[in-house]
């Protein structure tokens, strides 16, 4: 059982940052693929980026050279740092833990990205 716990969502302005934060707990999280979706309104849920327990990363073509995924295994805890951010960007972000059996998912952040 893994259970993740997301953080620092909120608001925004066009062109600013964030940097979300997801704990993880249970399953041995050095083993876990780790990775953030995202859901907009009206919207089906999307890949934003992973990362693998090798550290191989994988960036949803509309972030990639904006937002960065990393890792702390000490720490149990995966991040996304979000630059240049635009109002595309709003939207419930999910952490997400793939064991190589189950996924599990977090509750979710709400991101803003307003003037």
């Known amino acids: 059982q893994v259970q993740l716990v997301e953080s620092g969502g909120g608001l925004v302005q066009p062109g600013g940052s964030l940097r979300l934060s997801c704990a993880a707990s249970?399953?041995?999280?050095?083993?876990?693929?780790m990775g953030w979706y995202r859901q907009a309104p009206g919207k089906e849920r999307e890949l934003v980026a992973l990362?693998?327990?090798?550290?191989?990363?994988n960036y949803a073509g509309s972030v990639k050279g904006r937002f960065t995924i990393s890792r702390d295994n000490a720490k149990n805890t995966v991040y996304l740092q979000m630059n240049s951010l635009k109002p595309e960007d709003t939207a419930v972000y999910y952490c997400?833990?793939?064991?190589?059996?189950?996924?599990?998912w977090g509750q979710g952040t709400q991101v803003t990205v307003s003037s």
């Open positions: 990362i693998s327990s090798g550290g191989s990363i």
């Open positions: 997400y833990a793939w064991t190589g059996w189950v996924n599990y």
């Open positions: 249970g399953s041995s999280f050095s083993r876990n693929t």
